[in-house]
């Protein structure tokens, strides 16, 4: 099984897993109380997670990778339990440390599958509190429902008017256009984009002052993306060429799997500042 392949199996078994949990109910009022002092919906709580679902998960995840470092942390869950409950508690705190205890393996793998293990359980909260965020303006780099960072953008409509997907729970939030969301510069000559000739749907959104980039969906019909976590699998070859020219991802979400696949054969049209059609050669 090739890295594609390993990655369609991933993405399968994430999709079709249904976490049994109650979702949160928030009444709206509080949601916009929350929103507006610039604090996630669910900052702070501790909301149930399926740690069944979160188990089963970490264990199919890893035998589909079947590399040594799965096969590692398989055995190390196996002697003992990595508390879901407990980590996604401290993430919704704010304590990134609680993705440290890596069990022996790569930090990067840990975190994807952990988080891959959790999503479904996030992502019923976020059916629940999505509408809530709706009409209040949001223009912090975190998800408004769990504080996550985005792994992808989307230009819906004409113009397109940008959306961020949570990593996580998968919840989309409006945000400028023009301005990078992780450090927030408005520097047009520090914003760039690269577009695939053969991928006229999808695009990297570069900032030269931070040195991170997104992944962004072009939907001219205006249409979200409806499998974000698809979609991201799906454009690791993105990823790549960001690597390649020294971007980072502000995702622990990224897949780290395997060999880092190459780029189309046709390679990508470069161009300097946002919405030009100005070529970089």
Known sequence: MDLSDRLREIHRVVRDARADVEPVRMDPATATLRLRAGQPLLAGASVPVDEKVAARLLREICRIVATPQAAWLLDAAGQRPIPFQAMADALLAGQAEALADTRGVPAAYFAFVVLAALRPSFRRHAESLEPLTEDVPWHRPLCPICGSVPSLAELRGDPGRRYLRCALCEGAWRVPRLRCPFCATTDHTRLRYLRIEEEPDMRLD??????????????????????????????????????ERGYESA????????????????????????????RVR
């Open 206 to 243: 570069l900032c030269d002052a931070c040195r991170r980039y997104l992944k962004t969906r072009i939907a001219p019909g205006g249409e979200a993306e409806p499998d974000p976590f698809g979609r991201d699998l799906a454009t690791l070859h993105l990823d790549a060429l960001a690597w």
């Open 251 to 278: 995702s622990p979400a990224t897949p780290p799997l395997g060999r880092r696949p190459r780029p189309p054969a046709q390679g990508p049209t470069p161009h300097g500042g946002p919405d030009t059609a100005r």
